[in-house]
């Protein structure tokens, strides 16, 4: 008879199995598509550098200038939303109507928000360190598919024991 400290094991693996399976897919996918947004000469684009939010405004804002439009109607898809201000905003590129983007430049290097915002945009402090958000991602790239295969392979051992013990029984 099997005590019920085993019982007890054995499920709490098969749920770490099943919940660590079922996240490391969406971790792959975060991590695939994160580095594919960072890098991206991957995808092909001409464009070999992510820039900040604030570079991107200011190079819509520049070209709308030139051009005697604002970068909210250069930018406009010809969808509006308001924002959580109130103020009626594009759902177009210009990153100037993320309210994400807005609430973070407060305080723009200080608390949480700052260090959230600059890992976000591959920076400690004033450090560039989007090289190690690149190994990161490809870390985790490694990690969450060998660990899909560890998984499946577990699955599939222990299928192959419970036809075994029915064909037994």
Known sequence: MKRKGESLMRRTRQLHLWIGLICSIFILIESVTGLLLSERWLLGSGSTDMRPPQAITQSASAAGQDTG???QTANNTGRTFTARNGESA?????????????DGDRGEGSGATGIIKGLHEGRIGQTNVKWLADLTAVGM?????????LSIKSLRAQSIRRKKRHVEA
């Open 69 to 71: 439009q604002s970068d």
């Open 90 to 102: 594009s759902d177009g590129a210009s990153a100037n109507n993320r309210q994400a983007f807005k």
């Open 141 to 149: 790239i490694v990690l969450t598919s060998t660990g899909i295969i």
